[in-house]
């Protein structure tokens, strides 16, 4: 909601732009990341949450470092792509490992990116104004999370976070 207001359209945005920086990323690194690297760790070899989402939130933080253009910047990119990793491998995991639920997650917040042009939104790290609506959007999406399991009478975090 804030990027339309705060920031403008890009005018270069087109399909093959959404595709190839929302769309492929968004579903391919969840893909990759989620069901298949830290969806081995946590549901088949039953390590828990905080051991199975180490080794894929560093991977994916290392494939983002690309982003910064110098140490400082790189490692901001890292940072904030780590937090993220761990964010939405907590989504796969309370919503019943559907992927889709950080897939879809994820093609937002990269197309938002993508279709609105705003100080920060080049790169992982993002500016001021984009890492306050990342936090909020995350904190709304963790708040329904938390509100829809209580309403459902299941427990979050109902599962071992420390098991290794």
Known sequence: MIFPILGS?????????????????GFME?????????????RYAKTGFFW??????LLFGSIHL?????????????GVTFIGA????????????????PVGLH?????AWVIFSMVGTEVAAGGLISNITRVISILLAVGLTVW?????????????????
């Open 9 to 25: 359209f890009n005018s270069a945005t087109t399909l093959s732009l959404i595709l190839r920086k929302s769309v492929f990323p």
């Open 30 to 42: 969840e893909f990759v990341f989620r069901a298949f690297m830290f969806g081995l760790l946590f």
């Open 52 to 57: 199975a989402v180490i080794l894929p939130a």
């Open 66 to 78: 690309y982003q910064g253009h110098d140490v400082i910047s790189s490692l901001a990119a890292f």
């Open 86 to 101: 761990v964010y939405f491998s907590w989504m796969y995991v309370e919503w019943n490992f559907n992927l889709w639920v």
């Open 107 to 111: 093609i937002l917040m990269n197309g």
């Open 148 to 164: 829809y399991k209580r309403k459902n009478e299941t427990k979050v975090f109902g599962y071992p976070v420390w098991k290794f």
